[in-house]
Structures are given as structure tokens and as C-alpha cells.
């Protein structure tokens, strides 16, 4: 310790002088007291830290009850922050699992309201006045647009895979290709989660290549099921095979073996119609006659969190009635969005444009050019010399483990402020309320419109405004 800085420590004011003083000046009876009074400590505590070990003298207005009320204050105004916010998505990944995958239609946002705030017949069948079931709920819908015998929902895709091989393969063997063992996102291995069914996993052909005879081969008696797996988020090229979801179906009847699609992100679309590329769709695997098909309700359906499961009546009734399905249900506020976005997609040029996530990725390119041409405008009329913004020409992603080949063009817009790094810019944006998510290249922050919404572009220029202002009085002071 400085021996300077020894009578401070007796200067140091105490919780109640805190408490009293920032009652009168800074509103403290609008904080709890239960979050108050243990920061007030920490903020004393860490204080007198600073006095024992500083080896410089320290001024004493450092340790003024304004000081530390203006700190404490701070700190619990961060706390009270609720801890799941809105962000601005400026990565141009419109099914981003970091910042939320897909974003609600309007559409689907008015019956989640109602659903919650009201009692409804979630299992309660009006026709008959008796118990129902919630997979009643959305079934039909779901008949109607995939051309399913019968569906069922659950908590996420996971879950349905989770639950078929629970009900279709415990102890016994499952059937996959080498090139379809994935894994998404980490904590998702196909390889895993069959382990944790029980189901043994029996692999087949090679990474790149897997014939029918593979399969075939590898049939016996402990045999339960043929899976197939969208490879969602990789792509293998060059010299490859795999077996089609009609082959391995016209296998399963000949050994009257079920067979079951994993699709992984999903789509009721076929995007090749829009200028993208060809992803097989829900109403594909349906027609190819699979028993059992699973997808994300928040990947490229751009719904709610879900885990949706069409096939069979045979199969689908099976899993119905499996214990487990209980443990993994789906809840209200969910199917009350599931079946709003569903309706959606009954036409199917409104669902394009009412569906956030499909209508970001068939956004046009002269429309995001025009979009960056106007931000780069508005930033620039800030009138601040620092700020440069330029316009690049680059792609966007689907994101969510889909389209993994899919680069949209786009155009971005890279900006530099001189006097801080690309990286403390980063950062000072990610810490700005709402945070502004982008990404870094070539030592620019780049932000992509592909993804912004419709009040983001205003928020931005306000962000920048505040940036640049911080800087011009000398007050940027690097956050931890
Ligand atoms: C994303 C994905 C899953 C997991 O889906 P969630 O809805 O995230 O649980 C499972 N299988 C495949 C092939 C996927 O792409």
C-alpha cells in the first residue's frame, strides 16, 4: 500500500451513508433493496482493495459517496437488466442458433398472446365436451401441407429423433451411411444420441461412397430400422454415392423394415423455385413413402423451437404412446406459433413474405443494395470524419445447419472508425443497447442488411452516433 493513501481508508463512507445518499440523489428506492445493499458492499469492499494494494496515491474523490452511488447505480442498472435480450443480427446468417434461429411472423405473435394470457382447449376436445390431445392441435395442418397419414410434435428436433429411435430401435440395430453419422452444433451427435436410446448403431459404406448393397447387407434379425440423415451442415463432393430415401423405402418393404428421415432443417418450400438451391423438401420424403420423418420447427420453416414428426399412423401412433413423449411435450405458447406459421404456409407466396426467415433469403439483391446504399448514407450524414463506410459485395448464409453450399450475394457494409481498432469496435457495439452483432474482415466491422429489420438500420446510425461522440469528448473508456 502507498502510505498515502492510509488515512483513506478511514475516509471510507459506509453501506448506510451510501444507501442515504443515493436515496436522495439517484433514485435508489427504485432499485430492490435485495439487489442494493449487497452491491453497495461489493463496491466498498473493492474499494478498500484498491486503497491496500495501489502503490500510487489515490485521490480522494475516487471514494466519494457520489462516486460510488454513481457506481453502484450503474452496476445495478445493469443488473436489473433482464438477462434475455434483443440483439441486432448484422452477420447476414439468417437462421443464426446463436442469436435465436427465426424469428416469429406477426402472425404467430398475436395467438401465442392470446394462448397464454387465456385459458384454451390446449387437451380439451370442444366437439365431444372430454379430455383431447394437444397433438390434435396442429395435426391436421400438417396432413394437409405434407401429405402425412399422421403427425406429431415435440419440444425440438433432438427430441423427435431422441423419441423415434426410442420407440422404433431400443436394443436393437439402426442402420445408417458413414457419410450421414453428423454432428450439429456439438451437443448433437447422431452417433450419441442413438447410444442413449440403446439403439446400436450399425454403420455402413465408406464417408463418400454407400451403395444399396451396403445396406442390404448389413440387414438381420436384430435389425429395426433404415435411417437416413441429412447431412445438413457439410457437403462431400467428387467421387460419391448415396442411397436414395426411395431406395432405402423400397429396401424396408422387401424386409418389411421401417424407414425413417431425419431432414434436419426442413422445408415445406422448394427454394430451387426462388434462385437457391435445391434442398429436398417435407412433401419429397413424404411422397418417397419414408415411415417416419422429423425436422426443426425454427430452421428453415422459420416457426417457434419445435421438433416435428410426420409418417405413418402405424409408426406415429407407436410414439405416441412411448412414455418418454411425455418428458419431451411440446407447450402451449409453441403450438399456439407452430400452427400460426403453419397456416401461413397454405399459399405459399404468403408464406414467402410473411415468414421472416423465407423472406430474408429470397430478399432480392437490388433490394439489399438499396438497403446499404440508405445506411451508408444515413451513417455518413453523422458528419463525422473518423466514420468510413464502405460497400462490399459478399454473400450471406442460411445458417441452422442448412444450405451449407447456399452463398447468397449480398452487399455489406464495412466500416472503420478511425481511432479504435476493428476489435474495440466490435466489442463497443456488442455493449450498445440493443447489442449490434456483425462480424470482422480485413479490419472492418462488417454488417450485412440481409438481416436487419425494419427499425435496426435507424438504431445502428444512433449507435454509430453515440460512438463517435463518445470518442470527440475524449469519454471512450474501454468496457470490460
Ligand atoms: C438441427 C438438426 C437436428 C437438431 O434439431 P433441433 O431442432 O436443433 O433440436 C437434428 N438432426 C439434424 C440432421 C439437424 O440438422
Given at each position: 500500500m502507498n502510505p498515502n493513501n492510509q488515512p483513506l481508508l478511514k475516509q471510507l463512507p459506509g453501506v448506510d451513508r451510501i444507501l442515504a445518499h443515493g436515496t436522495a440523489?439517484?433514485?435508489?428506492?427504485?432499485?430492490?433493496r435485495s439487489i442494493l445493499v449487497p452491491l453497495i458492499r461489493q463496491e466498498i469492499d473493492d474499494l478498500r482493495n484498491r486503497i491496500l494494494t495501489s502503490a500510487d496515491p489515490l485521490p480522494e474523490t475516487f471514494f466519494s459517496p457520489d462516486a460510488i452511488a454513481t457506481a453502484v447505480k450503474q452496476r445495478a442498472e445493469q443488473k436489473m437488466r433482464p438477462q434475455l435480450r434483443r440483439v441486432i443480427n448484422a452477420t447476414g446468417v439468417v437462421v443464426h442458433t446463436n442469436l435465436g434461429r427465426s424469428l416469429l411472423s406477426p402472425a404467430a405473435l398475436a395467438p401465442l398472446t392470446t394462448i397464454s394470457a387465456c385459458y384454451s382447449n390446449l387437451e380439451f376436445d370442444l366437439q365431444q365436451g372430454r379430455r383431447g390431445s394437444r397433438y390434435t392441435v396442429v395435426e391436421g395442418i400438417l396432413q394437409e401441407l405434407s401429405g402425412a397419414e399422421a403427425a406429431m410434435v415435440v419440444n425440438n428436433n433432438a427430441a423427435a429423433v431422441l423419441l423415434c429411435l426410442d420407440t422404433l430401435a431400443k436394443g436393437r440395430e439402426v442402420i445408417v451411411s458413414r457419410g450421414e453419422l453428423v454432428e450439429i452444433g456439438g451437443s448433437f451427435r447422431i452417433p450419441d444420441v442413438m447410444e442413449k436410446t440403446g439403439a446400436i448403431l450399425k454403420e455402413v459404406g465408406t464417408t463418400n461412397r454407400t451403395h444399396p448393397r451396403d445396406y442390404e447387407r448389413a440387414i438381420t434379425q436384430d435389425t429395426a430400422l433404415l435411417l437416413k440423415v441429412h447431412q445438413s451442415n457439410y457437403h462431400i463432393m467428387g467421387f460419391t454415392a448415396s442411397v436414395t430415401l426411395a431406395e432405402l423405402v423400397k429396401m424396408g418393404r422387401h424386409y418389411h423394415l421401417p424407414v425413417m428421415e431425419d431432414l434436419g432443417s426442413g422445408t415445406l418450400v422448394d427454394f430451387s423455385r426462388y434462385g437457391l438451391v435445391k434442398e429436398p423438401t417435407i412433401q419429397d420424403s413424404i411422397a418417397a413413402g419414408a415411415d417416419l420423418v422429423t425436422f426443426s420447427g425454427d430452421k428453415l420453416l422459420g416457426g417457434p423451437q419445435a421438433g416435428i414428426i410426420l409418417g405413418k399412423k402405424e409408426q406415429v401412433e407407436k410414439i405416441r404412446t412411448n412414455p418418454l413423449t411425455r418428458a419431451l411435450r411440446i407447450d402451449k405458447m409453441t403450438l399456439a406459433a407452430l400452427e400460426a406459421t403453419l397456416r401461413l404456409y397454405r399459399d405459399e407466396a404468403t408464406a414467402i413474405q410473411k415468414i421472416p426467415t423465407l423472406q430474408m433469403l429470397t430478399l432480392s439483391l437490388p433490394t439489399i443494395q438499396s438497403r446499404a446504399a440508405a445506411l451508408k448514407s444515413s451513417l455518413e450524414s453523422i458528419g463525422n470524419h473518423a466514420l468510413t463506410v464502405a460497400l462490399l459485395d459478399l454473400t450471406s448464409k442460411a445458417g441452422?445447419?442448412?444450405?451449407?453450399?447456399l452463398a447468397l450475394p449480398t452487399r455489406c457494409l464495412g466500416v472503420t472508425v478511425s481511432g479504435i481498432s476493428a476489435n474495440a469496435l466490435e466489442e463497443w457495439l456488442r455493449g450498445y443497447d440493443p447489442p449490434i452483432i456483425g462480424r470482422i474482415e480485413n479490419n472492418q466491422f462488417l454488417m450485412d442488411p440481409?438481416?436487419?429489420?425494419?427499425d435496426e438500420p435507424e438504431i445502428i446510425v444512433r449507435a454509430f452516433s453515440a460512438l463517435t461522440a463518445q470518442m470527440d469528448s475524449g469519454k471512450l473508456v474501454k468496457r470490460r
Open positions: 440523489e439517484y433514485q435508489f428506492d427504485t432499485i430492490p441452422g445447419g442448412a444450405l451449407p453450399l440481409r438481416t436487419l429489420q425494419e
